[in-house]
C-alpha cells in the first residue's frame, strides 16, 4: 500500500501544489496550503486515511478505497448528500460549486493511469511531498529532522514531519 | 498526456532567472499543456506557481496582434511596412538633428541572448551607448561589484550546489519567493545539518527556517557585515593561507576594520552584538559556506559598497572557488544574465568589454564591419527617465520593458516619456507603457521564437520554437533586424533566423566561444565560461585564480553610508519593497494568469502591529501610502513578519513605484528601491 509524506519542515508558502492540481484538474484545486501558525503552512487536502470515515459515511458506494491506497469519490454515483464533507477529520472534502458532486484530492488518478506522478509531488519547489510503500516512506522520514507523526486522526494514510518549533511540547 | 497529437517539447520557464525546464505540449500550433521534466538538472521538473501558470499568458485574449500608431489619445492599426519605415525615418531625422545620443534603447531581459545581442549591436552602430535594460535596477552592483572585487560579475557555482554548503549566509534574498527553487538545495544542506544565517528587515518565509536571524534596519548592510568580519578577525577565524596565496588588499582592510566599534554597529543595525558573534563565527568556522543575495542588497544608492563588502568577507574566510563555497547573487530574469553577457549594458559592448576600452573596442567595431563605435559611457535606464525629462533624450526604443510600472519614481518617468519626440514599444501585451508610446509593435513570446537563454548559474540553454506568433505579431530579433537594415545597415542585419546570431555570439564573446547551438540545446545546456568548442563549461568559478588581471581577489575597504533618505517627522516609516511569490516584476504577464490573479489580488502594504496600533489601522483597510514623490492607495496587512519601523509593498502592481526614490548609487546607477521614507494613513470605510 502506497502512503503520501509531507515534510512540512521544507514547505516555503508558495502554493504550487495548489496551481499544479488546479491545472490537472480542470480549474478546482484540491489542495489549500493554510497557515496554521505565523511561520508553519500546512497543505489541507485528503490524507487518504487507512481508517477511511468518508468512506464509512457514504450512503451509496460512491467512494473506494483503492487497491493502491488511494480514497477515490466516484462522482457519478454520488448523491450530493454531504456525509463525507462532516465525516472528513481533515476538512479535504467538499462539494462543487454547484453543491453537487463531492470533491477531493484523488492522488492524479488520470496521471498515475498512464505511469505519471501526482501533479503536487513534482511540482513542489521544495520537494516536501512524497508518495510510496510505507516502509520506504518511514525509512526516509526517520533521517529528517523535526517531529514525524505516522499516525494521526485517519491512522496511516498519510506521514507528517513538522519542525520541532511548531509542535507543542516537543 | 493523452492525446496522440500532442508532441512535448523541452522548454524553458519564462519567469525568473533559475531557468527551469518543462514540456510544453503542443497540438495544432497551441499549447495545451505542461508536464515536469524530472530529469532537468536545474529543477528535477519542479515549478514554482508562477512556472505552473506559464502557459496562461501564451493564448490570452490581450495579446498585441498588429502594429499601431497614436492617433490621438488613442492608436490605429497600420501595417509593418509603415510602422517600420515611419519608426526608421523619425529615428533618423532625430539621429540628424540632436545626434544618436538623443536616442535611448531599453533592452529586455525576457528576450534572447541573440535579440539583445542584435538590439545592443543596433544602438551601438546607430551610433550611441544609450543601451541598458532592467539588470541596471536589479543586479548592476553585483556585476561592478564583483568585476571589482573577482573579476567576474556572476554567480560563481551552480544553485544546486548550495546543497553541498555546512553555513549558508542569506543577505537580502527571499528566494522562498523570489526563486523558489533555491529552497530545493537549502533544504537538502539544512537536512545535512547545515546552519542558516538570515539577515532580512522582514521574516520571510526564509527565515522560517533559520537557525539564527538577523533583523538588521533597510540599508544598513555594510555595517552588518564590516562587524561580522571585525569578529572573525578579532577571533582570528580568517583564512590566512588563502588571504597570501589568493588576494590582495588584506593590510588595507584589516586597518579599517580596525577601526569598526561593534557597540556602533548594533546601534546602526539594531541587531545585538552577540548575534553578529555567532553570524561569524558560524559563517568563517564552517568548512564550506555560501553567500545568497539578491535585491535586498542591491537595490541601494550603496549597492557596489553592499557587493563588495561580501566578497570581502567571503576572501577573508577563503569561501570561494569550492564545491559548496561561494557567492550567489540569485539573477531575477529568465535572461537578465544573458542581456548583460550580451553587452545590453550603458557602460559594456559584449563580453563586458568596457566602452571605454579603445583596443578591445576597435577589435568589435572591426567584427562588426564599422571603422569606430561609441567611446563614452551611455545613459542608464533611470538616467535615460531624467534625461527625456529634461529634453536631452528625445526619442527612447523599449523592447519588452514596462517602466511605467518597474521604474522608481513613476510619476516623474511618466514626465519623461511624454516629454519625448518619440517612444517605441514593441512588447507582448499593451503595457502601461505602451499606453504611451507612439508606435506599439506586436511581438512574439518565448514559446512563439527560438534562441538561447543564460540563467543565474550562467547557463544557456535553447528554447526551440513551438507555435507561431498570433495576428501579426513577429519574434525581437525580426523586429530589430528590420529596424538595423532600415537605418543604414543592411549588410550588419542580413538576419535570416538566431542560430548565426549565436554564431556570431560565439565569434565575439570569448566566455561564449563554445556556446554553440547544439551545446545549447542539450538538456541543461552548457555554461560559461566555454573558451573553445568541445570545452566542458565551467559550474564553479575562480577555482585557482580569479579573473582579475592579476589573478587575485582584491580586498576593499568599505566605510558605512546611510541610505539616501531616512525617516523623519512627516515620513516616519521605511518603505521597503518587493516581489511576492504569485506575481511577477512587473506583472504584465501575471496579472493576466487567473491562478495567479485570484490568489493575491492587488497591491498591499505589510505594517507592523505596533504601527498599525499607533494608527488606528486594521487589517485589510483601505490606506493611503505616501513618500515625498507621491502617494499610492491599497489594502494594509497588518503583520508581525515586518518590524516596527518598517513597511513592504510588493511592486507588481501600479502604484508602489509611484513612492519609490529614484536616487542612484554612484557606480553602479541603481536605484535605491529598499529605502524610503514614508506615512500610512487610513481611508474612510
Same mark, same amino acid.
Given at each position: ?16 501544489? =495548489?496551481?499544479?492540481? =488546479? ?26 486515511? =487507512? ?103 485517519? =491512522? ?15 | ?35 515536469? &521534466? ?67 534603447? +531599453? ?6 541572448? %541573440? ?37 567576474? *560579475? ?17 543577505? *537580502? ?8 527553487? $533555491? ?16 539577515? #532580512? ?33 578579532? %577571533? ?14 588584506? #593590510? ?14 548594533? %546601534? ?27 535585491? *535586498? ?35 531575477? /530574469? ?61 526619442? !527612447? ?28 514599444? /514593441? ?8 499606453? !504611451?508610446?507612439?508606435?506599439? +509593435?506586436?511581438?512574439? &513570446? ?27 505579431? &513577429? ?45 545549447? /540545446? ?83 502594504? @505589510? ?24 502617494? $499610492?492607495?491599497? &489594502? ?8 516596527? *519601523? ?7 502592481? $501600479? ?8 536616487? +542612484? ?6 536605484? @535605491?528601491?529598499?529605502? $524610503? ?9
Amino acid at each position: 500500500m502506497n502512503v503520501l509524506y509531507l515534510n512540512l519542515t521544507r514547505c516555503i508558502y508558495c502554493r504550487a501544489c =495548489e496551481v499544479a492540481c =488546479e491545472r490537472e484538474h480542470d480549474g478546482i484545486s484540491r489542495v489549500a496550503v493554510t497557515l496554521v501558525d505565523p511561520r508553519q503552512p500546512v497543505p489541507v487536502s485528503c490524507r487518504h486515511c =487507512e481508517k477511511h470515515p468518508c468512506l464509512e459515511a457514504c450512503p451509496e458506494t460512491a467512494i473506494e478505497a483503492a487497491p493502491g491506497g488511494a480514497i477515490i469519490i466516484h462522482t457519478r454515483k454520488c448523491i450530493s448528500c454531504g456525509l463525507c464533507v462532516i465525516a472528513c477529520p481533515f476538512g479535504a472534502i467538499e462539494l462543487d460549486a454547484g453543491g453537487k458532486i463531492a470533491e477531493k484530492c484523488d492522488l492524479c488518478e488520470h496521471r498515475q493511469r498512464d505511469g505519471r506522478l501526482p501533479a503536487c509531488l513534482l511540482t513542489c519547489p521544495a520537494r516536501c511531498i512524497e508518495y510510496g510503500p510505507l516502509d520506504d516512506i518511514l525509512a526516509v522520514a526517520r533521517t529528517k529532522p523535526g517531529a514525524t507523526f505516522v499516525a494521526a486522526m485517519g =491512522e496511516t494514510g498519510t506521514v507528517v514531519t513538522l519542525p520541532d518549533r511548531s509542535v507543542p511540547g516537543v | 498526456m493523452s492525446g496522440p497529437m500532442i508532441e512535448w517539447v523541452r522548454s524553458i520557464c519564462p519567469f525568473c532567472g533559475v531557468g527551469c525546464g518543462f514540456l510544453a505540449g503542443v497540438e495544432r500550433n497551441r499549447l495545451v499543456g505542461l508536464e515536469y &521534466l524530472t530529469d532537468h538538472p536545474v529543477c528535477e521538473g519542479a515549478l514554482c506557481p508562477k512556472g505552473n501558470a506559464a502557459l496562461e499568458t501564451v493564448h490570452h485574449a490581450d495579446r498585441l496582434l498588429h502594429p499601431l500608431v497614436r492617433k490621438g489619445d488613442g492608436f490605429e492599426r497600420i501595417s509593418w511596412d509603415e510602422a517600420l519605415e515611419g519608426i526608421a525615418a523619425r529615428l533618423l531625422d532625430i539621429q540628424r538633428d540632436h545626434g544618436a545620443d538623443a536616442v535611448g534603447f +531599453l533592452a529586455s531581459a525576457k528576450c534572447t541572448n %541573440e535579440e539583445n545581442y542584435l538590439l545592443q549591436k543596433w544602438a551601438r552602430l546607430f551610433g550611441t551607448n544609450n543601451i541598458d535594460h532592467c539588470a541596471r535596477l536589479c543586479h548592476a552592483s553585483t556585476v561592478a561589484g564583483l568585476a571589482r572585487t573577482l573579476g567576474a *560579475g556572476a554567480m560563481t557555482n551552480p544553485m544546486s550546489d548550495v546543497a553541498h554548503s555546512d553555513c549558508i549566509f542569506v543577505i *537580502g534574498s527571499n528566494f522562498t519567493e523570489c526563486h523558489p527553487l $533555491a529552497s530545493r538545495w537549502v533544504g537538502d544542506a539544512l537536512e545535512r545539518g547545515a546552519f542558516l544565517v538570515v539577515a #532580512d528587515p522582514r521574516v520571510t518565509p526564509v527565515v522560517w527556517q533559520a537557525d539564527l536571524h538577523l533583523r538588521h534596519r533597510p540599508g544598513s548592510d555594510v555595517a552588518l557585515l564590516n562587524g561580522m568580519m571585525k569578529v572573525i578577525l578579532q %577571533e582570528g577565524l580568517h583564512n590566512e593561507g588563502f588571504i597570501a596565496a589568493r588576494t590582495s588588499g588584506f #593590510d588595507v582592510l584589516r586597518q579599517s576594520l580596525a577601526a569598526v566599534d561593534l557597540a556602533a554597529v548594533e %546601534e546602526i543595525t539594531g541587531v545585538p552584538v552577540a548575534a553578529i558573534q555567532e553570524a561569524a563565527r558560524r559563517y568563517a568556522r564552517a568548512k564550506a559556506s555560501v553567500i545568497m543575495w539578491s535585491m *535586498g542588497i542591491t537595490q541601494h544608492t550603496t549597492g557596489v559598497d553592499n557587493v563588495i563588502s561580501l566578497a570581502n568577507l567571503a576572501l577573508l574566510a577563503g569561501h570561494v572557488g569550492r564545491p559548496g563555497a561561494g557567492l550567489m547573487p540569485l539573477r531575477g /530574469q529568465s535572461n537578465v544574465q544573458g542581456a548583460c553577457d550580451m553587452g545590453a549594458l550603458s557602460n559594456f559592448l559584449t563580453g563586458y568589454v568596457p566602452v571605454t576600452d579603445a583596443e578591445r573596442r576597435a577589435r568589435i567595431a572591426a567584427q562588426w564591419g564599422t571603422p569606430e563605435l561609441p567611446a563614452a559611457v551611455g545613459l542608464t535606464v533611470v538616467e535615460m527617465m531624467h534625461a527625456a525629462g529634461t529634453g536631452a533624450l528625445r526619442a !527612447l526604443y523599449v523592447m519588452g520593458e514596462n517602466p511605467m510600472i518597474t521604474d522608481p519614481n513613476v510619476d516623474h518617468v511618466r514626465e519623461g516619456l511624454r516629454n519625448l519626440d518619440l517612444l517605441v514599444v /514593441q512588447d507582448i501585451f499593451l503595457t502601461e507603457t505602451a499606453e !504611451l508610446a507612439d508606435y506599439v +509593435l506586436p511581438a512574439a &513570446l518565448w514559446a512563439e521564437k527560438a534562441g538561447s537563454y543564460t540563467n543565474t548559474e550562467r547557463r544557456v540553454q535553447w528554447q526551440p520554437r513551438l507555435i507561431p506568433p498570433p495576428g501579426e505579431a &513577429l519574434p525581437d530579433w525580426q523586429i530589430i533586424a528590420s529596424m538595423g537594415r532600415l537605418t543604414g545597415w543592411a549588410d550588419q542585419f542580413d538576419v535570416p533566423s538566431p542560430e548565426p546570431v549565436l554564431a556570431e555570439i560565439n565569434a565575439v564573446s570569448p566566455a561564449y566561444r563554445g556556446v554553440t547551438q547544439e551545446r545549447t /540545446q542539450a538538456l541543461g545546456g552548457v555554461t560559461w565560461p566555454c573558451p573553445e568548442e568541445g570545452h566542458p563549461g565551467t559550474p564553479i568559478l575562480h577555482e585557482t585564480r580569479f579573473a582579475t588581471a592579476d589573478g587575485l581577489g582584491h580586498l576593499e575597504p568599505i566605510a558605512y553610508r546611510p541610505p539616501a533618505e531616512q525617516p523623519d517627522d512627516r515620513y516616519p516609516l521605511v518603505l521597503t519593497t518587493g516581489r511576492t511569490v504569485l506575481h511577477y516584476n512587473s506583472g504584465s504577464m501575471t496579472r493576466r494568469s487567473k491562478a495567479l490573479l485570484t490568489r493575491e489580488r492587488s497591491l498591499f502594504v @505589510e505594517i507592523s502591529p505596533a504601527d498599525a496600533a499607533q494608527r488606528g489601522l486594521e487589517d485589510g483597510q483601505q490606506v493611503r501610502v505616501s513618500t515625498r514623490r507621491g502617494d $499610492a492607495d491599497c &489594502l494594509a496587512r497588518v503583520t508581525s513578519a515586518t518590524a516596527a *519601523g518598517v513597511v513592504f509593498m510588493p511592486f507588481h502592481f $501600479a502604484g508602489a513605484n509611484v513612492l519609490t526614490n529614484d536616487a +542612484l548609487d554612484p557606480t553602479a546607477k541603481i536605484p @535605491e528601491y529598499k529605502v $524610503a521614507a514614508c506615512q500610512i494613513e487610513g481611508l474612510p470605510r
